[in-house]
């Protein structure tokens, strides 16, 4: 049974009439009584009226209190390195907020304001959350290569199956309060690199620690052995970051994935259209760029970090010295 029509005192307003009650129609929004809840105001065009209808619930304070827990959990179980992850979560988001966004309304090219932003999230939040040092210093180089070659990738991808980014609602509203003014082919591409950040962050700090492990912990390893070793223990971590990319995006997708039950299309024309297109292209891009982050940043860990100089080329020496040693018993 729908709510029946809620009576509202205005008790927030910029309107003369504040504090006046009013009659506010809501048939799908469930209150309680004294609940505060947001509304909408209109004024009917023809007999000039107003009409007040039910919004949304109040749900700042439980939103508060979330990120509040949240930020409890990560000073209490991270420590130090918690805390520098969330400056750097904090550093990130003001990046996007006070330098993104603006650049794409001034007119900027998306996808070159998401690559340059997203080189700027990196090197911050790494060195913030990290230190200084050559380590964090590979890992940073690392994700900016990939970067830089998964934008480029998605650029292709984009151009050849023709994607316009024009899905959903809000691209729309988006449009319309821009008056067409910004390329919505490159802000899905941007979107692309953005949403790749994190995955590709955590991706390429533990190649560049498992390199530098590696490295010191077995000093008669060569190069091509510390790559070959890092490399195995990059490509279990790689089943596990495209299973949960995969998911995240199918989870984000779910309401629409939904609609396939409730339609006749073919399956193929289903997949055709570029709402589904777009997230085919999302995941297996952003899968992609992961993939190549591994043995990128495994390569530029091998060849850079100063533990892994002046190596031999091959192992046989610590061999020898191993049938020397079971030879002389």
């Known amino acids: 049974m729908l709510p029946q029509p809620t009576r509202a005192r205005l008790s927030r307003s910029r309107r003369v009439d504040t504090g006046k009650i009013v009659r506010?129609?809501?048939?799908?929004?469930?209150?309680?009584?004294?609940q505060k809840f947001y509304l909408t105001h209109n004024i009917e065009p023809l007999d000039g009226i107003d009409a007040y209808f039910a919004n949304e619930p109040y749900r700042l304070p439980w939103v508060g209190?979330?990120?509040g827990l949240f930020i409890l959990v990560v000073f209490v179980f991270g420590g130090r390195q918690g805390i520098r992850g969330l400056l750097s979560l904090i550093a990130s988001l003001a990046a996007i907020v006070y330098i993104l966004f603006p650049g794409i309304l001034a007119g900027y090219s998306p996808l070159l304001m998401s690559i340059g932003i997203s080189a700027l999230i990196i090197i911050v939040g790494s060195y913030l959350t990290h230190g200084v040092n050559k380590t964090t210093s590979v890992a940073v180089l690392g994700m900016i290569v990939t970067i830089c070659l998964t934008g480029a990738l998605a650029y292709w991808a984009v151009l050849v199956t023709q994607l316009t980014g024009t899905v959903g609602e809000e691209t729309m509203y988006l449009q319309f309060q821009t008056q067409g003014g910004i390329d919505l082919a490159g802000l899905l591409l941007?979107?692309?690199?953005?949403?790749?950040?994190?995955?590709?962050?955590?991706?390429?700090?533990?190649?560049?620690?498992?390199?530098?492990?590696?490295?010191?912990?077995?000093?008669?390893?060569?190069?091509?052995?510390i790559f070959k070793k890092a490399l195995r223990v990059g490509r279990?971590?790689?089943?596990?970051?495209?299973?949960?990319?995969?998911i995240a995006y199918v989870g984000a997708s779910l309401p629409l994935l939904l609609l396939i039950n409730f339609s006749n299309i073919p399956l193929e024309a289903m997949l055709n259209k570029e709402v589904f297109s777009t997230e085919?292209?999302?995941?297996?891009?952003?899968?992609?760029?992961?993939?190549?982050?591994?043995?990128?940043?495994?390569?530029?860990?091998?060849?850079?970090?100063?533990?892994?100089?002046?190596?031999?080329?091959?192992?046989?020496?610590?061999?020898?010295?191993?049938?020397?040693?079971?030879?002389?018993?």
């Open 24 to 34: 506010v129609d809501n048939s799908y929004l469930v209150l309680k009584p004294g």
């Open 280 to 329: 085919i292209i999302r995941t297996v891009i952003g899968s992609i760029g992961l993939i190549l982050t591994v043995p990128i940043t495994t390569l530029l860990a091998v060849r850079l970090l100063p533990n892994t100089k002046d190596r031999p080329k091959e192992s046989s020496v610590s061999k020898d010295k191993v049938r020397t040693h079971r030879h002389s018993h």
């Open 65 to 67: 209190f979330f990120v």
């Open 236 to 246: 279990e971590h790689i089943g596990a970051l495209v299973n949960t990319l995969a």
């Open 190 to 225: 941007g979107g692309i690199m953005i949403g790749l950040l994190g995955i590709l962050y955590d991706a390429a700090i533990g190649q560049a620690i498992v390199v530098e492990e590696l490295a010191s912990a077995g000093e008669h390893l060569s190069r091509k052995e």
